[in-house]
């Protein structure tokens, strides 16, 4: 892979000289890449300017390896090491194809990416840390191949994979053997060249409430009650009435699996799903179930189970009349 900086031009002219360089590289798809980061490229193309002459020359004193050619205003290139040759199409595919046998050696020596987490709790763990946190970036992983990028920092995804849909359909089905790694602000930049951003809670959100890899949440859920933290970015509900009934009764107070379904007559498999979505994000926490005391008989533990469900619902109606 060639990864080519260009200075000086439209994006227009950028995306020109990106497909001639392309076309006379001969080489597969994805090997010329454009890039946005001087210490991730191995070609600099700059426009024939005594501003930018100078500034090149500075740039390859500090890095040595780094190739530069200059493009003049006819459209031609020439290498900017003083030569005035023009360099035909011949001359562009034999150099852009030594870059990529001179990049993949170093490639092999390069640094291991540091593995946040594995698996679906390691990596909901991981998230509940860092998004309150606003805090790195990392790349989102199945089997290896890169599936999405997330900048914590600013609450925003890159997809690597398309559609979105099925991106989010692969993300829930695979949540058990996907990988996090970490990376720099630079590197994550460069993987997502001219690919749009996109707001992260969403799509976490979206991927949370479509997997069925929740069996160790749900079952601390067996004992616990749940209370949400603030309200959702409303982007994440959208037009879920439920979700917004769910969410105001949460912030009121902490309730079970079976006392949201109880009161607000849906069915506990929905409730389950709000609340993977908002314990992912970030917006729920856990806190043990009040224990109930013993009762004596059978009559008495149906009335006492009542009548905690009757004080809920009178407390979410009297606070919804005073809102």
Known sequence: MARVLVVGTD???????????RV????????????????D????????TPALRNAALRMRQQRPRLQCWIEDLGGQ?????GHQDVLDDSAIGRALRGMQLAVEPLAMHAAAPIRLADGAHAITRLLRERLPLRQGQALLSDAGEPLLLM??????????????AALVERLADAFERLQLDALTPARLQALAGERPRQPLRPLLWQWAQRSRHWQ?????????????????????LGHDHDGFRLCSLL???ACTVDECAMLLELPAAAVRDFIHAAYLCGYAQLQSAPVAPMAAGRGSGTGTDNGLLARLWRHLRGSERNA
């Open 11 to 21: 994006i227009q002219g950028e995306q020109a000289l990106l497909q001639r360089l």
């Open 41 to 48: 490229c191995d070609l600099l193309v700059i426009r024939d």
């Open 24 to 39: 006379a590289s001969a080489l597969p798809d994805g090997q010329i890449r454009r890039s946005q980061d001087l210490d």
């Open 151 to 164: 900048d914590l920092e600013h609450d925003q995804a890159v997809l690597l994979q398309e559609p979105a």
């Open 77 to 81: 290139l020439r290498d900017g090491d």
């Open 251 to 253: 912030l009121k107070r």
């Open 216 to 236: 160790a949440l749900d079952e601390r859920l067996r004992g616990a009650s749940v209370k949400l933290l603030r309200w959702p970015d409303f982007r994440v």
